[in-house]
């Protein structure tokens, strides 16, 4: 074997050791990017689920009704000194959101993870609060929660394309027929049978042997 073949073999080996390290590398990454994301992805629920941010979400209508049905408190909204109580209640709700967001848009975690968890529930805090973010955005300049709209756009593209439901479509589902109703059984009844039962137990027991 002269030397031109010796050094070809010799570079098509060394292109094989550096696919396979390539390989070998992207692989490593990507493992450690669904880590990184299994861990962001765990503390975000149990910040979500937190009580601080239950009450917020619990907040969010009566702080849409709110901002609906009063035309001075709306207009007052575009004041950067007005901060309502309403606002104290969902104000930390609205920029956990948005932290999320600007995580999300910069590629900090799966946007695919946060939309199968939370894309109603973005839709749903966007819709009612939009009106007063707008007016928010007057008082505190324009790019008040700019990230969290574009993830609650992405939320409903990603549930009127049919994605969320494929997704949902595509777990295993218990197919049974639901059983029949149980028996509706009053308790007054039920405690005067009981009731009867028991004197009947009594009085065989204190009768005498025949």
Known sequence: MDAGWIAAIGS?????IVAVAAVAAFRQITHFRNANDIVVYLRLIDKMDSAEMLEARASVAG???KVASDPEYYRQLTDPTFLPDEFRRVGPLLRFVEHISVLVTRGGIAESLILAEYADIFIDIWDQLRPAILQRRIALGPHIGRAFEHL????????????MQREYDALEHDSRALPSAPLQVNSESLAATTVKADIGSS????APPA
């Open 203 to 206: 009085t065989s027991s204190a």
């Open 63 to 65: 702080t849409a009704r």
């Open 152 to 163: 609650a756009m992405r939320s409903r593209r990603y549930i009127e394309s049919g994605q």
């Open 12 to 16: 098509l080996a060394s292109a094989v």
